[in-house]
């Protein structure tokens, strides 16, 4: 019994970095449709920005953090600006294929500046700093992280729910062209949609990379969040949520029980089955869309 | 008093179809005036080429409103102008609420004092909305939508209104309250440009009507004296002529205004 409690805490913990990458991807795709493969590279960017500024000039933490969330704003804001906007009639596939190419570059772009070897992000909680509950091992960092997720999730709910910002978001999300006759700047929304997914990325970037750092290591959990965001409809920023944590804790239970070396196939499992069985995913609500 | 907006000569192309050939046409202030036509004339885009919503056009001509060039602005400058288009087919945001549309409506604007007073004047028009505030728009019926609609437009204190077909779809009652709401909306002193394929009701309310053929207007004139003019009763309000000669007739008058 302790080791499956064990095994659900650590599943909603990894749960809720797949949460914030699903998030992530899911702002983006809601907005402007586009399956964005660069989520976990453009975190990775910041996650590195990060790592220069700490360990090379010795920035102090409560600079560093903050900066890395402007800093990945940014870096969101120019890579709609300088490339997706550009796409002259774009359609689904060949924004992925752009998508794809922004993941690329900035995945050399790492790698040639700071090498291809493992590395430790300064962090002011270890990775194996942890406390004990009776005989439930819980880790600091996982805390941290489940708290911060379920944060952002939060503030995400509140700014689009009741900031006039937030809702001309979602207005534009649901019928561009009536958005610009409401004088909505439908490019702007745009551009600051992908600083602010940028951010979440970068949030669940930075606490990943105490455990792991590499120039690979957004990869899985990329790919995790896009498989719970898919789960949960993809449209749907709640049910992206419910859907990374399914992930997260059907891949625990599955290493523990049955087999590790098959605990990240899974997911992908998980995927197949629920969109036989339910195309639109768990949470998606829909008009369907005239054409 | 100088006109609102004056469209001089455009053309448009649609991807590749030469859809406006060659218009002009002149709003006068506090009026109404209607477009009228057959599927397919134009005059959807005649109102979106104003608004800016073709990308690249109008190819050729000029459009001023308040006497300030507006052809090849962004639709969102032009909608801070003063100028706002109620699109065909409603174009709600199905999951906000009621509430939450007229918001949108009023995004560009910042005085609470005013809007507060605008909210309270678009539930005065149409009062089925104010028992729907909370609902989701896309759970209204087609006329809620399209009273949403205008509701909406209102919210962002027009100087002139385009309306593109306001009665489409509609019964025939709510068409009937539709107008009598646009007419109380031209008394309030907004000007309004009314886009409409019930030539009947729209020449019963407007001041000036234009009539728009193959991207070219082929007739213009006060509304009561066009709604006298023998084709336009025939071709446009379904008003018969003499069943002898009928189909010559018919195909020689239509030829002569091409």
């Known amino acids: 019994m302790i080791d499956f409690i064990q095994m659900l805490l650590s599943g909603v913990a990894v749960g809720s970095s797949y949460a914030l990458m699903g998030l992530a991807m899911v702002l983006i795709y809601k907005t402007s ?30 600079l560093a953090f903050p900066a890395a969330l402007v800093f990945s704003f940014f870096l969101g804001c120019f890579l709609e600006w300088a490339v997706l906007r550009r796409a002259k009639t774009p359609n689904i596939l060949s924004m992925i294929i752009i998508t794809i190419g922004i993941e690329m570059i900035l995945l050399g772009l790492v790698s040639w500046k700071f090498g291809a070897d493992p590395k430790t992000l300064p962090f002011p909680i270890g990775p194996y700093d942890a406390f004990m509950i009776g005989d439930l091992f819980i880790s600091e960092l996982e805390i941290m992280t489940l708290v911060l997720a379920l944060a ?30 409401m004088g909505i700047r439908v490019n702007r929304i745009l551009m600051v949609t992908w600083g602010i997914s940028a951010g979440v990325g970068c949030v669940a970037g930075l606490l990943i990379a105490p455990t792991v750092m590499s120039p690979f290591m957004m990869w899985d959990p990329m790919l995790k969040g896009f498989a719970g965001a898919v789960l949960g409809g993809m449209t749907s920023l709640p049910g992206a949520v419910a859907g990374a944590y399914i992930v997260g804790v059907v891949e625990n239970l599955f290493g523990g029980y049955v087999s590790t070396e098959f605990k990240s196939v899974v997911a992908f499992v998980i995927i197949v089955v629920v969109l036989c069985v339910k195309p639109s995913g768990l949470l998606a609500r829909h008009y369907v869309k005239k054409v | 008093m100088a006109p609102i907006l004056e469209i001089k000569n455009i053309e448009t192309y649609y991807d590749l179809i030469y859809a406006i050939r060659g218009a002009s046409l002149i709003v006068e202030q506090g009026s109404i005036t209607a477009i009228l036509g057959n599927n397919g004339a134009g005059k959807s885009t005649i109102l979106k080429t104003v608004m800016g919503l073709i ?28 100028l706002i288009y109620v699109p065909e087919g409603r174009e709600v945001f199905n999951e906000l609420t009621v509430d939450e549309n007229l918001l949108m409506g009023a995004y560009t604007r910042n005085d609470r004092k005013g809007m507060a007073q605008d909210f309270e004047r678009v539930y005065a028009y149409f009062p089925v909305l104010a028992q729907r505030k909370k609902q989701w728009a896309g759970t209204l019926s087609g006329g809620e939508q399209q009273m949403l609609a205008i509701g909406r437009a209102l919210m962002g204190r027009p100087k002139l209104l385009l ?16 107008f009598k709401i646009i007419s109380a909306i031209k008394e309030e002193g907004v000007t309004i440009v009314l886009v409409e394929q019930n030539a009947k009701k729209a020449l019963a309310i407007s001041d000036f009507a234009l009539i728009l053929e193959n991207g070219r207007f082929v007739m213009a004139g006060p509304s009561a004296k066009l709604a006298l003019d023998k084709d336009v009763q025939e071709f446009y309000m379904g008003a018969r002529s003499e069943e002898s000669a009928k189909g010559y007739q018919r195909w020689k008058r239509k030829k002569r205004w091409r």
């Open chain 1, 33 to 62: 449709e586009v399956v964005n493969f660069a989520q976990g590279e453009m975190a990775l960017v910041s996650v590195f920005m990060t790592y220069l500024v700490l360990a090379t000039h010795g920035w102090p933490f409560h």
């Open chain 1, 152 to 181: 952002i999730m939060a503030g995400l709910f509140l700014f689009l729910r009741y900031t006039r910002f937030g809702m001309a978001m979602k207005a534009t999300q649901q019928n561009p062209v009536a958005a610009r006759l």
């Open chain 2, 55 to 82: 990308e690249d056009q109008p190819d050729k001509g000029s459009i001023e409103f308040l006497g300030e060039r507006i052809d090849g602005l962004d639709t969102e400058k032009i909608v801070r102008k003063g």
């Open chain 2, 163 to 178: 309306l593109d077909e306001p009665s489409l779809g509609l019964s025939p009652i709510l068409v009937q309250e539709i």
